[in-house]
Every structure is written in C-alpha cells, then in structure tokens.
C-alpha cells in the first residue's frame, strides 16, 4: 500500500472532536464495486496501566475468505500519545492501525476495524476515520455498543440481525454470530453498506463469536504484547 500522510493529529478533545466533524463529511456509503475475498483485520493491545498505557502494539491479519487462511501479518509497537476518550478512539489507535496498514504487500479487500464504523455519536467511528483517511473500504465490528438502541428485539439463531437506531435513525446492526451467543455490532465504515459489512463478518465467522480473521488479530497483538511485558 502507498504511503499515507494523514492529517495532523490532533492533541486534545475539543480539537478531535472539531476534526471529526469535518472529516464525516467525506464518508462515502456506496456498494462495493468489485467481489470480496481477501479482508484485512485490524486490531490493538496497549501495554502499561488501562488508562494511561504508554506502548500499543498494532497488529493487522489478512485473511483469505475462501480459502479460510492467513496471507500475511504485521505489527508494529508504537508510543500512545492521546487519551482515552469514548467517542475518540481513533485519535488514540488510528496513527498506529494506519502505519501498520501501510506495511501490508497483498491486495485488500475489505479493512475490518475492531470499533465502530456510523454507529457512533458523531457517526465517524474508526473504521470511517481510517477509511476516510486510506479512501478504502471499511467496516466496524464492535464487541460492545457506544451509541443506538436495538430497533428491536433480536432473534437468538445465528444470521439474525436487527437494525442499530440512534436518534431514529439506523447507523448500524446487531448481529448474532453463534446461537444464543452476545450480538456484535457491525457499522459501516467508508465505500461499504451496512448490509455487505454484515454479509462480510457472516462470511468470516467459523466457531467463534468473532469473525475469524479478527480473532487471529487480537490474539496476535495480545500474545505480542504479552511477550512484551514478560521480557521487562
């Protein structure tokens, strides 16, 4: 992938929060034009105390959906220099998520962020920050909700989904991955629709709650982080 330059980072929350406004406008929420096979999962682990870490470890996997096999990882430790802040989770993450993005040698798909896509306060989650940013297709698939309300009561089979709705509108779904098992809450990022992010995560889901290639991600990430931590 090309080298990146992003727009400078902001160092406070008034000014996050400026430049999340600004760049939502630049989401595109378009069918994809072209098949999806090969998806990319992107996802961190932070090294030092929960709310003031001072190292993150970046790691993406790519993933072959029909072949249901790994093309490719990178990682890359990097220095955390923005808070925790819900809502500005990628002015925390996305520096490093991007930089290791740009490591990647085989063609992308799909980028599947670990976070939200429009399912969030100002509808610029990470995976449209980074989308917006990469101009490539993106989705969020989140473990827990930031924003919404279910429009309804969710079926416990596998495939079932119901839409997200956040000051009545939809913004995302939750989607159940395994019978009788917590929903996830899939957003589209940037150049994807709802409806082909769910049909991507279903497609990559095996066994486990999560779609697989993020399951290799976060466990990548947190065994090198724990390698990390057992080296000091």
Not at 66 to 84: A, K, N
Not at 93 to 108: G, H, L, N, T, Y
Not at 187 to 199: C, K, V, Y
Request: with cysteine.
């Amino acid at each position: 992938m090309k080298n990146i330059h992003p727009t400078i980072w902001p160092t406070n929350p008034a000014e996050a929060i400026a430049l999340q406004k600004t760049l939502a406008d630049q989401v595109v929420i378009a069918p994809l034009n072209h098949p999806v096979k090969i998806v990319a999962a992107v996802d961190l682990a932070h090294i030092g105390p929960p709310r003031r870490p001072e190292k993150q470890v970046a790691g993406v996997v790519v993933y072959d959906l029909e072949t249901r096999t790994v093309i490719e990882r990178r990682s890359l430790i990097s220095p955390v220099t923005f808070p925790y802040i819900p809502g500005l989770l990628s002015f925390r993450e996305a520096p490093a998520a991007i930089e290791v993005i740009q490591k990647i040698k085989s063609r992308v798909d799909v980028f599947l962020m670990d976070g939200q896509g429009l399912a969030h306060p100002r509808k610029f989650g990470i995976a449209c920050h980074i989308g917006v940013l990469i101009d490539r297709p993106t989705l969020g698939c989140a473990k827990s909700r930031l924003v919404g309300e279910p429009a309804r009561e969710l079926p416990a089979k596998k495939g079932q989904w119901v839409d997200l709705l956040f000051k009545n509108e939809p913004v995302g779904a939750l989607l159940r991955t395994r019978d009788n098992v917590k929903p996830l809450y899939i957003s589209a990022g940037h150049r994807i629709t709802l409806s082909e992010s769910i049909d991507i995560v279903l497609r990559a889901c095996d066994r486990y709650r999560l779609p697989e290639p993020a399951r290799m991600a976060h466990n990548y990430v947190t065994e090198i982080s724990k390698s990390m931590i057992n080296s000091r």
